[in-house]
Structure formats: structure tokens, C-alpha cells
């Protein structure tokens, strides 16, 4: 027992130096790479902050309460961070310095109650045009949301004899509560377009998520630095009959090398909440794709092209060039079953994704399998 521990170690040490050696090397590089790209972003200039949309409101229907309730639209579609209105006068000019102009018709607020509902008259500036058809589809669609919504109910309340025995003093304050009803279930439905961060996974926002899939592509990529070490070992264990020892003593320094090499990362997205499970299964699915690649092309010429063929591929179908919600859906099915897609999901881990480990592990443990007969297996 003493024997094969000893052969274990010195194995698993010697493959560790030759391997580890081309790996600082390669990081060397990358960490320079990545100084030189940090000084150049920080050496340009910095954009400044954007200013809020101006947007004009002329009131022609003589009731203060059109204006409240345009303003009140407004900050319940989630635009009040977005846009700064300001009241203007029927004979303003000076337009030019307004993304937009509403102008709410005379009888607006008259039309709301009776049903008619006239719309505010919207002009854009139409140096950007999708925005203005945008707007002038949603005015239109909500103009016909109301319309029919309030058509039902006055079709339900006449049919029910509904205020029958009221004056019409009544009768109008009541059907201004259903019209207020109505209005607040429709900003409701605007509840979309409030601003929300851009996320591309989940809960990561898109920078980070593109700092995930780098930190989870790269590793998948430079596999191939220890193919030389476990072309050897098997070599080696072919000599001495030795294979299960030497298969493991090559299969853990390619784990624990990808682990090592990810850790950086890991504790740069943690900012202080290291999560240790992620990290290790990342480590054994990087580094059991990378001895399993080592395995089925012998060649370090042709391990070194494949690594990179596959990395690639696997980042184009897995999302992490584009994010799956831009991509076809057919690319959302496959993309689990990627091992650098499980890559990227279990480095979002450390900034907040949520991500279940069984499925990268089984992942691993199938490609070790898959190594036994080509570990197994005398070259010619």
C-alpha cells in the first residue's frame, strides 16, 4: 500500500511541476494582457451622465386635474426617472428643445367619463423614428384597451339597471370611479415598462455576465497546456502496469490545476462570500474535460485545435458570445447540456446566480468513465 501511495505522489507531483509551469506562463500573459486593457479603458474618456428626456405638456381641456392625471400615467408606467415634463402654453414655440409634446385635447377628461376617451396628441422628435412608432402603437393600444373595457361595463351595468334610481349628479361620480378603475388596471399593465437592469442570466447584469462566461471560457480553453504530462503518465502506466494509480494521479493535478487557475475569479465576483462548492465542481468539470480532451487526441498539436474548436463552439451554443434570450430557442435546449455553459453557470454563483451542482458533477463523472477505455487503451 505504501508502494502505490509513493507512486501516486511522485506521479501527481512531477505531472504537477511540468503542467503548472506552462500554465503560469500562460496566466503571466493574460494577467499583462489584462493590466494593458485596464489602463487603455481607464486612459478614455468617460461618458457623462445621461440626461433625462424633456417632455412638454399643453393643456387645452381647461382642468388642472388633465395635467395631474398625465403626470400620474407617467410615474405609474415607471417613466418619472426616465423623462422631466414641463407645462407649456398653447402658442409655445421654442419646440426643438423637447424630445416630445403631448397635448391633451379639450374634453379629455369629459371623454374619460362618458366613454369617448379622446386621446392626447403626442409629437416626437423624429430623429428617432422606432421610438415615435413605439410610443404611437402603445398610445393606440391603450386607447383601444379603455375603449373596450369600458364598453363591457356599461353594457353589464345598463343590462342591471345600474344607477337607475340616481340623479345624474350620482350617477356620474360613480361611473368616474369605474373610469378611475379602469385607468389604474391599464398603468398597471405599464408596470413593464419600468427601468429594470439588463440581465442576460438571471440575476447578473451584463457586464458581469460577460466577465463570467471569460472567466468560465478561458480554463476550457487552455486544457491542452497539460496533454504532454498525461500523454506520459499513460505511457508510463502501460510500462509498470500500474493503471488505476496513474490514471487518478494524472486526472487530479489536471483538477486541481484548473481549480487553482479559477480561483482568482471566483474570489473576485465573491467580494468576501467565497462559496467553496462551486469553485471545486468547477474545477473537476474543467479539469475532467481537459484530461478526457488529452485522452482522445494524443497529439498536442491536434489537443491544443480541438480544445480550442470545442471551447468555441461550445461558447456560441451555449450563449456566452450572445446571451440565449438573443439567440434561436433551440440554442436555450442544448446549452445545459455544455459543460462550459455549466461553467459559466456555476462562476455566476459567486454574484448571485442560482444554479443546481448535480448536473455538472454528473457531467463529470460520465466523461472519467468515458476516459477508462482510452486510458485503458495501448498506443500504436
Not at 424630445?99 to 366613454?115: D, H, R, V
Not at 451584463?206 to 478561458?218: D, K, S, T, V
Request: net charge neutral; glycine share 8%.
Amino acid at each position: 500500500m505504501k508502494k502505490h501511495w509513493e507512486l501516486f505522489w511522485n506521479s501527481f507531483w512531477i505531472s504537477f511541476k511540468h503542467s503548472s509551469l506552462r500554465l503560469l506562463c500562460l496566466l503571466c500573459v493574460l494577467l499583462l494582457c489584462t493590466a494593458l486593457l485596464t489602463v487603455l479603458f481607464r486612459s478614455l474618456p468617460q461618458n457623462p451622465a445621461q440626461e433625462k428626456a424633456k417632455v412638454g405638456i399643453i393643456n387645452l381641456d381647461g382642468n388642472a386635474f388633465s395635467v395631474s392625471m398625465m403626470r400620474m400615467a407617467l410615474g405609474d408606467a415607471g417613466l418619472s426617472d426616465m423623462i422631466e415634463t414641463t407645462d407649456l402654453p398653447p402658442d409655445e414655440e421654442s419646440r426643438t428643445e423637447y424630445t416630445a409634446i403631448i397635448t391633451i385635447p379639450k374634453g379629455f377628461l369629459e371623454s374619460i367619463l362618458n366613454g369617448e376617451n379622446l386621446s392626447p396628441i403626442v409629437e416626437l422628435d423624429w430623429s428617432s423614428p422606432l421610438e415615435a412608432m413605439w410610443v404611437r402603437q402603445m398610445i393606440l393600444a391603450g386607447t383601444r384597451a379603455l375603449s373596450a373595457a369600458q364598453r363591457g361595463v356599461y353594457a353589464v351595468l345598463e343590462a342591471a339597471n345600474w344607477g337607475k334610481d340616481m340623479d345624474e349628479k350620482e350617477y356620474n361620480i360613480l361611473m368616474a370611479e369605474v373610469n378611475m378603475q379602469l385607468l389604474n388596471a391599464f398603468f398597471d399593465k405599464l408596470s413593464l415598462l419600468k427601468s429594470q437592469k439588463l440581465s442576460a442570466s438571471g440575476s447578473l447584469t451584463l457586464p458581469q455576465y460577460y466577465a463570467c462566461a471569460l472567466a468560465a471560457f478561458l480554463p476550457f480553453c487552455y486544457g491542452f497546456l497539460f496533454q504532454p504530462a498525461i500523454k506520459n503518465l499513460k505511457r508510463f502506466s502501460q510500462a509498470v502496469q500500474k493503471k488505476w494509480i496513474l490514471f487518478f494521479a494524472g486526472w487530479s493535478h489536471v483538477f486541481l490545476l484548473e481549480a487553482l487557475s479559477a480561483l482568482p475569479a471566483f474570489l473576485l465576483f465573491a467580494k468576501g462570500k467565497f462559496a467553496v462548492m462551486p469553485w471545486l465542481i468547477f474545477g473537476f468539470l474543467a479539469g475532467t474535460s481537459a484530461f478526457l480532451c488529452a485522452l482522445l487526441f494524443p497529439e498536442q498539436g491536434v489537443c491544443a485545435a480541438a480544445h480550442l474548436a470545442l471551447a468555441t463552439g461550445q461558447a456560441l451554443c451555449g450563449g456566452l458570445l450572445l446571451p440565449l434570450a438573443l439567440l434561436p430557442a433551440g440554442f436555450s435546449a442544448v446549452a445545459p447540456f455544455l459543460p462550459v455553459w455549466q461553467g459559466m453557470q456555476l462562476m455566476g454563483t459567486s454574484i448571485g446566480e442560482t444554479v443546481s451542482f448535480g448536473v455538472p458533477f454528473v457531467m463529470g463523472i460520465i466523461m472519467i468513465f468515458v476516459g477508462i477505455p482510452l486510458w485503458k487503451k495501448k498506443e500504436g
